[in-house]
């Protein structure tokens, strides 16, 4: 367990985590204030299944890992939970914007223009933040995370008696 805590990221690595976890617990948050817009509403309008559960689902996860990734604490874990998080965003969302067409039961939004081009602007936040959690799978929190410091607590030696 504890290699799953450890890191040899360095200390910069804090500020990946501040926007990453900055930007998934505002739009957690975001989830509960307008849940017509962004939370339980706009699930329903993709075809995200049980949009009442899934939108306050979605929301609090997205509060807890962001706010967790930001402290550096169970990074890792987090991380893995909001790349499972993107993924669904980007079929759902995207790749029904990349053919042109409803998707697996998904609902194609409208837009002036649809193919590659325009998949890609569309994606471009969801792109930086799904390759900004795996670098935080890989890397781990850094050295100025709760994570670093349960690694070294656990890798000291035991006191002499």
Known sequence: MRRFFETRAPAATALIRI???AVFLTEGIQ??????DLGAGRF????????D????????????CGALIIIGLLTRFAAIALLGDMTVAFVSTKI???LGA???GFSLTKLPRYGFLSMMHEARTDLAMWFGLL???IVGAGKRSVD?????????PAPRR
């Not at 559960?53 to 807890?64: D, K, L, N, Q, R």
């Not at 670093?148 to 000291?156: G, P, Q, R, T, W």
């Open 19 to 21: 926007v990453i976890g």
């Open 31 to 36: 989830k509960f204030l307008y849940p017509a």
């Open 44 to 51: 329903a309008k993709i075809g995200i299944p049980s949009p």
């Open 53 to 64: 559960v899934m939108g306050p689902f979605v929301g609090g996860m997205e509060i807890v």
């Open 96 to 98: 029904p914007i990349l």
């Open 102 to 104: 409803g998707f697996w």
């Open 135 to 137: 670098f935080l799978i």
């Open 148 to 156: 670093s410091k349960l690694a070294s607590s656990d890798a000291a």
